[in-house]
């Protein structure tokens, strides 16, 4: 375990300084979190019905509010982010640094992977639901583009995709500006929305929130599923942090992105409370109508943007789960030769967009889509819960009682969400869990499968003292240089160097190297000798079961004599 306090001088870093570092992480980053604004208010007021009172207004904003705070600002940015597996985060990270590192515990590990499969299933939303949102703000100009949105969103999406292999470092020069002008954008409309009624400001008080949600009944607290909505982008942060590391990230959250999102969010309360419809999409009518094009823009940009916080996210939590042995080997490229973290992953990303335009294309609707959104996310963040206890109690040796209050006030908020996103199980909810389940059940096939072929690879290893005992008897012919054997074998000799020096055994006192004429210990052998030779050849493994040389290398073998 290490301290993001205390960078790791074995791995480099973005060699930027701290500002730099935390605007290009807005564009890496805080993208899928940063446009939830778009969606999450237009999603409660649906749920709290139409024409929503002062004290339903007021209590919803108030619950979104410290639903940031708590659960980004406190439970990920402040609490999480201490706890890194070598400068990666997410729960993976978690997963690996308390399952594995410390001792073998299947059931941490079976939280872990569950948890970021469930990541993969939601992951394959975020894209859809935010591009069709900034798009859908066009039928408030202009209804005549309705046939287009769909359209327009899968082009989006894939060009999005096809832009990955730049790599991170690259993108989040170009997207952090952006997003840098998104967020100060959202926090002026917001303000503009505040000073036409101050009044919203009362939201502030979490006891609006509390009131509202236990004095309404089952409906209220149902609200919640809308709710959690604003803050679906935090797992993904904290996945993300193996990209730029904490300190920018903290930095950009603090400094830009919290404000700007608790503005917009009072903004948009405080026309409903002035009595703008809540039809449609309410942020869109924080805008003047002149500016609503580019606002839209603007917004279709930004959530671009924010698929991009979901694929790095994907590709660092695929790097971890291929190096703890519970994913197939993939082509990682390293993007960047500075920072570690900044990796694509080519077969991910594809089969991502695959995915994420099939699930544009069949709900069609920001709507359709938010029914399904939150259910998978939710249940990591309660299982990311109940990791971050454990790491109190045996990382920072914290007291039981210590653990238990911070970590169950965390467990207590992730419950209630989870519950809430349980209703939409029958409405769409099905599709990120069943994504998920796909993820789980080829990790755990992969990591049986691979066991057991490392198992049955240490039963044909040689020990070290017979091998080399074989060698001397063989009389090996030694050539200058050192010969590199890639294996998975913890000890001993591993099978190929095995098999290739039982080949040099058999052919006796010959030597062949590729591109050269075969040569003997006397000199220039007879063709009809070596040919002789060649027929009788055979590759024995460490059982001595003998393997006949390929038809293609005697072949080559005798082009080259």
């Known amino acids: 375990m290490t301290n993001t306090a205390h960078e790791r001088r074995d791995r480099p870093r973005i060699p930027t300084s701290l500002p730099l570092a935390g605007l290009s992480a807005l564009g890496i980053v805080f993208g899928d979190i940063g446009t939830s604004p778009l969606y999450t208010l237009k999603t409660v007021l649906a749920l709290t019905g139409e024409n929503p009172d002062s004290a339903v207004t007021l209590g919803a904003l108030s619950l979104v509010i410290w639903t940031l705070i708590v659960v980004t600002t406190i439970k990920y940015v402040s609490v999480a982010m201490r706890v890194d597996n070598d400068g990666e985060g997410g729960i993976l990270a978690l997963m690996a640094l308390l399952g594995v590192k410390r001792e073998r515990r299947p059931v941490i590990v079976a939280v872990g992977l569950f948890g970021a499969a469930l990541i993969y299933g939601d992951g394959a939303i975020t894209p859809a639901i935010s591009v069709l949102s900034a798009l859908e703000g066009l039928n408030i100009a202009t209804p005549a583009v309705q046939p287009y949105i769909v359209p327009a969103a899968v082009a989006i999406l894939i060009g999005l995709f096809a832009v990955q292999p730049q790599g991170t470092a690259r993108i989040g020069r170009a997207f952090g500006p952006i997003m840098a002008l998104w967020f100060l954008s959202i926090a002026v409309l917001g303000i503009w929305g505040i000073a036409r009624h101050p009044a919203v400001l009362l939201a502030i008080d979490p006891r609006y929130g509390l009131n509202y949600l236990f004095s309404g009944g089952s409906g209220s607290f149902l609200v919640l599923g809308g709710v959690f909505l ?57 805008c003047p109508s002149a500016l609503l094009i580019p606002l839209v823009v603007l917004a279709t940009i930004a959530t671009i943007i924010a698929s991009q916080s979901i694929i790095t996210g994907a590709f660092s939590m695929t790097r971890q789960a291929i190096q703890l042995g519970w994913m197939p080997r993939l082509q990682i490229t390293q993007t960047s030769a500075e920072g570690y973290g900044q990796i694509y992953v080519g077969f991910v990303n594809w089969l991502l967009m695959i995915v994420t335009v099939g699930l544009t294309i069949a709900f069609g609707k920001s709507d359709n889509l938010a029914a399904a959104y939150g259910i998978a996310v939710s249940a990591t963040m309660l299982m990311t819960s109940v990791l971050l206890f454990i790491a109190m109690r045996e990382i920072w040796r914290w007291s039981l009682p210590a653990a238990g209050a911070l970590a169950g006030g965390f467990l207590i908020v992730d419950a209630a969400f989870f519950t809430a996103n349980l209703t939409k199980i029958a409405e769409g909810g099905y599709v990120p869990l069943l994504l998920a389940s796909c993820v ?22 040689m020990p070290i003292g017979d091998f080399m005992a074989k060698i001397q008897e063989g009389r090996v012919p030694r050539v200058p240089g050192t010969a590199v054997f890639l294996t998975r074998t913890q000890q001993d000799a591993p099978p190929t160097m095995v098999w290739q020096t039982a080949a040099r055994i058999d052919r006796g006192d010959g030597v062949c190297a590729q591109g050269q004429r075969c040569q003997t210990a006397h000199g220039q052998g007879d063709r009809a000798q070596f040919l002789a030779r060649l027929r009788s050849l055979r590759l024995h493994g460490a059982a001595g079961h003998p393997r006949p040389v390929a038809r293609g290398a005697r072949s080559r073998m005798q082009r080259q004599h």
């Open 230 to 286: 604003c803050v679906t982008g935090a797992e993904a942060l904290y996945a993300d942090m193996g990209h730029f590391g904490a300190r920018p990230i903290r930095l950009a959250w603090s400094a830009l992105v919290f404000p700007s999102l608790v503005l917009n969010y009072a903004g948009q309360a405080a026309l409903v409370l002035q009595g703008e419809p809540t039809s449609g999409n309410i942020f869109f009518r924080l």
């Open 440 to 461: 789980y059940f080829i990790m755990v096939v992969w990591h049986i499968g691979a066991a057991a072929t490392a198992e049955r690879l240490q039963e044909t290893v």
